[in-house]
């Protein structure tokens, strides 16, 4: 059974920093791409970051620069470092990983504000 708990989010003030992390259990994690997503009040959810088993990278024009996505394999975890964080950042961020179906984790709330 595959499971992704994530954790690591909160209350921020603009131009702060915030570390998510995500450990899955049920998988062979260092053979899959992991990916973070995020959804903010009433728009759709959308691609934050994704980083594969080779390590490569991408992220949204929105976050570039801004956020980094790493993983420890010998900890099952992806983590996302966000630094200089802005309100429109303000989101659910989900730890995602697709194994022939789309697996999500529970989200956790991420607020920016001053």
């Known amino acids: 059974q595959v499971q992704l708990v994530e954790s690591g989010g909160g209350l921020v003030q603009p131009g702060g920093s915030l570390r998510l992390s995500c450990t899955a259990s049920g998988i062979i994690f260092s053979a899959y791409s992991m990916k973070w997503y995020r959804q903010a009040p009433g728009k759709q959810r959308e691609l934050v970051a994704v980083i594969r088993s080779s390590g490569s990278t991408n992220y949204a024009d929105s976050v570039l620069g801004r956020f980094t996505i790493s993983r420890d394999n010998a900890k099952n975890t992806v983590y996302l470092q966000m630094n200089h964080l802005k309100p429109e950042d303000t989101a659910v961020y989900y730890c995602?990983?697709?194994?022939?179906?789309?697996?999500w984790g529970q989200g956790t709330q991420v607020t920016v504000s001053a």
């Open positions: 995602n990983c697709y194994i022939t179906y789309d697996y």
